[in-house]
């Protein structure tokens, strides 16, 4: 790999993708992308008796998915590289134990995705290993009792807020050579996001918590390659929802960077919302994580796109910071792929 | 690097540790290590308002004094990648964000700064970088209400419990020519941990809960290698404590490892048994960090320790899945550092 810019990587060895899994809970199913989807749940407590369990056994149900579609074992897996947005981890944590296989959490709120995609790259083009199983996930129920408000108490929410997806989205990413000429979608460049933090602390608005690291990261991306405005079919950020979307385009406008057309976000995607009640849209680690293992990889395997920037974005607050008063700090991690 | 035996690498490049920083707490100032901090503080609060916001101001000036420390500024840095114990990693978040580099956030309880210390080293052999920053911290303040009590209420604690360590130990990483013949400890191969989960469920006995997992990646580690029982100088684990060491020097022996002379823990080191009334030893991801960061790389530094197996544990749990009756999921992640 090379370092390229000034926060930017190109890898010099092909990472395919060579199969993704995404499953999701009932909202998403009913929601304009459910197609794409492996796998909508009827139950979103999959069996268990707390919403934790429920995520957990959701994180070890997609990653067992993701190494069966990829005709793999356990074993042929180097490294499982995941995270959630539950303290500590445990979605993840409790997930991935029964898989027995070497384990980085990683922790990027919901930029999650982004992060365990590049570091997975960054290992296999260096030669640490050959197979690598990325993943994140969230819950609608076990994120908003713990960053909100408890489930029973059925609050109102303001028209900034998002809605929590549920779903586990992951990925087995292998360098070996045996993938060449099957069609498979490869991740070529990443950009490596900075904290930003513009001073938002509404916990219910972070779409605009999360859109000047957006901006800052997708315009790093096109500074440090020196890329051409249409170089990309689709530029997808995580989880900005409809106001952050706008506000990160206007940022992006504002230095020079028109990219309005193919510019959208998965938390926009991946609800309906007019018949949803999802206000700004959709967000938690698995939004991008779902509508990157769902729709855009299909759509990439099928031809249908052919070169991605894919932006998951994250909110790094907690509960207790922002009962401290603090502000949200955010970044995003880009990740181009294509055909 | 070069993927070796069944969770191992080794690195082609020198992978030098150019400078270290480790601030602890009072209490650690007053143990059996003490000479090697570079920080004692004597306000756990750093002026702050808040134990959390005292625990990133602690991040905050130990990545700078390492920055300093190694001669460069900000922007020599090209990746920052740390994490902590609290929810939502905020200790790291908010400490990092001033420094304005790209930022890796990492969890793996009281192994983070192992898994720090193995991913940069991972980006800097592969190229993606040249000098990388990581660091692992914690609190005692933050950790002890978070996880067990409130402070004011003063419980007291089973002499199964250990004592979470206040600091912040960090460290610049550097594959820059420039450092050889320096005289510099350098990263030489790491073993990245599986989840061993044995259904220890207390969380006043986390000792117990890691030694399964130290043991497992420090046999997996000489038997990746091939490597014989006196090719280190030091073998040394996170925050097992004196239960904990005890338990896995125990697994070690029956397995056919007696490396007995000369592994130690972290835990046992930072604090004195009989007058500071730690129980079982040192805790928190600070404890490994800064029992590095200070004792061990400036011993190495001055030719008193030439190979060391360095192991930090990491015990995933939360209070909701301790709460929930979940037992404790554990980790460690080996590195090993030589002159």
Known sequence: MKHVGKQS???ENKIYIVATSSIVGNKEGDGPISKYFDVILKDMSLGENSWEKAESKLVEESFKLAIKKAGMKNEDIDYVIA???LNQSI???YGVKS?????????GACSTFGESLSLGSIILDGGGGENILVGASSHFCTAERQFRTPLELGNQRPLTASWTVTGDGSAVISSNNKYENKGLPKIKKITTGKIVDMGINDPNNMGAAMAPAAADTILTHFSDFELNVNYYDLVITGDLGHVGRQLTNN???ENGLDISDIYTDCGIEIFDKKTQDTHCGGSGCACSAVTFTGMIY????KGEILKVLFIPTGALLSSTSIQQGQSIPSIAHAVAIEM
Do not use: A, H, N, Q
């Not at 898989?99 to 922790?107: A, I, K, Q, S």
């Not at 299909?298 to 395997?301: A, T, W």
């Open 83 to 85: 995270g959630d947005l």
């Open 9 to 11: 990587i190109i890898f």
């Open 298 to 301: 299909k759509k990439m395997c």
């Open 91 to 93: 979605g993840t944590t």
């Open 251 to 253: 940022i992006l406008l």
């Open 99 to 107: 898989l027995g296989r070497p384990f980085l959490g990683v922790y």
